[in-house]
């Protein structure tokens, strides 16, 4: 089956700089990796998604890249603000809704 | 338009009762997946549902069911309950399969 790894585990910037989280994936079947921001305490929150005929997508602030070749895509976030701070998952999916997830990435956006 | 609603936001229940957890998706969306959030384990797939059938299933035991009636409501059922299952238990729908998944708030079960 499918295996995400996500790095780093934890992630401290200060405010205005910019966030980089990584992850790989295992299955060259998966077409489908979306981001989830988590709160303390609240659901996960789909942020951004990208499907594997696309090699980047932006949302404002938020940016994912995908390298189907190399197997990993990467979730970029420019002038990070102090509600950035949640916790990240990546995940990836090869058939309907059946995403594995990455094990989270921890950011904290200091003042 | 609503979210994705779970009832009970909480539980607590002892070591080999059953429990039902349920779910109702965002209106229109037809697609019902449930997922384990865990500290150690993380989110874990764990079945999901489309037009009240199961389409795909995770690698859990057996004890965990689930259900999707023709509203596309969905119920979840773990049996024989086990300190393990303790866990945050997420539902989330969506329009299609392979579309945008919404999650719903969740419903923490605490087995003790």
Redesign the interface.
Same mark, same amino acid.
């Given at each position: 089956g499918e295996n995400v790894e996500q790095h780093p585990s934890t992630l401290s910037v200060q405010e205005g700089d910019s966030a980089v989280i990584k992850c790989t994936y295992s299955d060259s079947a998966s077409n489908y990796f979306p981001w989830y921001k988590q709160e303390l305490g609240k659901r996960p929150q789909l942020i951004i998604d990208i499907r594997s005929n696309v090699g980047e997508k932006k949302d404002q602030r938020i940016a994912v890249t995908l390298n189907k070749t190399a197997k990993h895509f990467s979730l970029h976030i420019t002038e990070t603000q102090p509600e950035d701070s949640a916790v990240y998952f990546c995940a990836a999916s090869p058939e309907g809704n059946k995403l594995t997830f990455g094990t989270g990435t921890q950011l904290k956006v200091e003042l | 338009k609503a979210g994705v609603t779970q009832t009970p936001r909480y539980l607590i229940k002892t070591r080999g009762q059953q429990v039902t957890l349920s779910c109702s998706p965002i209106s229109g969306h037809r &697609?019902v &997946?449930w997922?384990q959030q865990t500290p150690g384990q993380?989110?874990? +797939?764990l079945f999901?549902y +489309?037009s009240e059938t199961q389409?795909?299933k %995770?690698?859990f035991p057996g004890r965990f069911s689930g259900r999707q009636f023709s509203n596309s409501r969905s119920e979840m059922n773990v049996s024989t309950l086990e300190l393990g299952d303790s866990a945050l238990y997420?539902c989330?729908s &969506?329009l299609l %399969?392979?579309s945008?998944?919404? +999650? %719903?708030?969740?419903t923490r079960l605490t087995v003790t």
């Open positions: - | &697609s &997946s997922y993380g989110l874990q +797939f999901e +489309f389409r795909n %995770g690698n997420l989330a &969506s %399969g392979g945008p998944l919404h +999650f %719903g708030n969740g």
